[in-house]
Each structure stands twice: as structure tokens, then as C-alpha cells.
């Protein structure tokens, strides 16, 4: 069974930090595209940053200069490090993980939620 397990979350006031794990099973995790996406009541569920295998990074518009993406293939992990939080950063984070060789595979965390708030 494939599982995706975060922990980092909680309350946090504008302008701290925060630092999400995820942890990952049951997949070949060196060869998978490993992403963070984030969704706000009301909201679509929106891609936050992304890594791939070979250590291209992408980042939405709104984070970028603030957060920073890495894995650690030997320990199965990829984090997030989130820096200079704002209230519009509030959200449940969700790990997710995509196999592109096959039998191929899309795979999601439970979430963790975050708060910026005074």
C-alpha cells in the first residue's frame, strides 16, 4: 500500500516559519515526481511546488522567493520549508507523489494544516 504521510503543520503568526515533511512508502520514490499543493476554504486545490526526479523545481507565482522545495531520495522524503508566512498562506497542505513509469501511479497525503494568523 502506498502512503504519503506529512507532519510540520500548525499555527504560525505572519512573517514566521514553518518546515512540512513528507514521508513515503510503497512507491519507487527516486523515480517519482514529488509536489506539494495547498487548498484554502473556498478555493481549488492549487499546485505550491514541484520536484522531479532529476531536481527540476517549480514554484506557483505566489511563493516563490519564500518557500523552498527539496527531497532526500536515501530517506524517502521531500520537504518544504516555508518562510516569511502570510494569512493568504493558510491552508490544508497535501503531499503528493506521481510514478510516470508503469505501471504508473497518483498518490496523495492526508494533509496537514496550516495557520497564519495574529
Known amino acids: 500500500q502506498v502512503q504519503l504521510v506529512e507532519s510540520g503543520g500548525g499555527l504560525v503568526q505572519p512573517g514566521g516559519s514553518l518546515r512540512l515533511s513528507c514521508a513515503a512508502s510503497?512507491?519507487?520514490?527516486?523515480?517519482?515526481?514529488m509536489g506539494w499543493y495547498r487548498q484554502a476554504p473556498g478555493k481549488q486545490r492549487e499546485l505550491v511546488a514541484a520536484?522531479?526526479?532529476?531536481?527540476?523545481?517549480n514554484y506557483a507565482d505566489s511563493v516563490k522567493g519564500r518557500f523552498t522545495i527539496s527531497r532526500d531520495n536515501a530517506k524517502n522524503t521531500v520537504s518544504l520549508q516555508m518562510n516569511s508566512l502570510n494569512p493568504e498562506d493558510t491552508a490544508v497542505y497535501y503531499c503528493?507523489?506521481?510514478?510516470?513509469?508503469?505501471?504508473?501511479?497518483?498518490?496523495w497525503g492526508q494533509g496537514t494544516q496550516v495557520t497564519v494568523s495574529s
Open positions: 510503497g512507491i519507487i520514490f527516486s523515480r517519482s515526481v
Open positions: 503528493n507523489a506521481v510514478f510516470t513509469n508503469w505501471p504508473g501511479g497518483n498518490y
Open positions: 520536484i522531479t526526479s532529476g531536481g527540476t523545481i
